[in-house]
């Protein structure tokens, strides 16, 4: 596709259920971020794939959270157990390579947790 | 840890005239990547100017450009001749050279005024 494309846009969900956020890179990039923005506020980094694999997990906010990588291309976050301080806009992004190269970031999935 | 800040929340501008941004970084590494994002009300971030910390020359592009002073962790974004698309959340973001935790400040909401 032409750009980072997220589904599903808006998730609405019960507080303890699980959610699945979606995120299909530009194609050919290896690196694929995500993050979350809480109302009013900053971007958080959550987790980042090179390739398949992720270096990194400590910025997972609990271990309600995981997220994979499959055949270095789409990507899954995961919640489990959903908690109303899980409610926020998930943005991915992903870059030709991992490092200082421009990352294209998705439209987001507002995820409200009632 | 690196921490990045933007002290100002909100700011406003006419139309045509110049306005700056400011922010500020901590960090003890030399070696780093700095960025401005733009997230208009559509949601999407979109990457406005970045800089690598090894290059002395502040960055521009067209209207946009950089105030890079190192020694001071400051890296202020000039937006000259306001334009009614620039009205936007503005986010200042830190990336160290040797892992891909990028770092975002809290944002500065501008409007730019007709």
């Known amino acids: 596709g032409a750009g980072v494309s997220q589904s599903p846009s808006n998730k609405v969900t019960e507080k303890g259920k699980d959610v699945e956020l979606r995120c299909d890179p530009i194609s050919g990039h290896t690196a694929l971020y995500w993050y979350r923005q809480s109302l009013g506020q900053g971007l958080e980094f959550l987790i980042y794939f090179q390739g398949n694999s992720a270096p990194d997990k400590s910025g997972l906010p609990s271990d309600r959270f995981s997220a994979e990588r499959t055949g270095g291309s789409v990507s899954t976050l995961t919640i489990q157990r959903t908690q109303q301080e899980d409610s926020a806009v998930y943005l991915c992004?992903?870059?030709?390579?991992?490092?200082?190269?421009?990352?294209?970031f998705g439209p987001g999935t507002r995820l409200l947790v009632l | 840890a690196q921490t990045v800040t933007q002290s100002q929340p909100e700011m406003s501008v006419q139309e045509a005239e110049t306005v700056t941004l400011s922010c500020t970084y901590d960090t003890s590494e030399n070696n780093y990547y700095l960025f401005w994002y733009k997230q208009p009300p559509s949601r999407q971030m979109i990457l406005v100017i970045r800089?690598?910390?090894?290059?002395?020359q502040n960055a521009t592009e067209n209207r946009f450009s950089v105030n890079f002073q190192k020694a001071a962790k400051s890296f202020s974004l000039k937006i000259s001749d306001s334009q009614l698309g620039d009205t936007a959340m503005y986010f200042c973001?830190?990336?160290?050279?040797?892992?891909?935790?990028?770092?975002f400040g809290a944002g500065t909401r501008l409007t730019v005024k007709p």
């Open positions: 992004a992903s870059s030709l390579l991992a490092g200082m190269e421009t990352q294209y």
């Open positions: 800089q690598e910390a090894y290059k002395q």
């Open positions: 973001a830190f990336m160290n050279h040797n892992n891909n935790d990028m770092r």
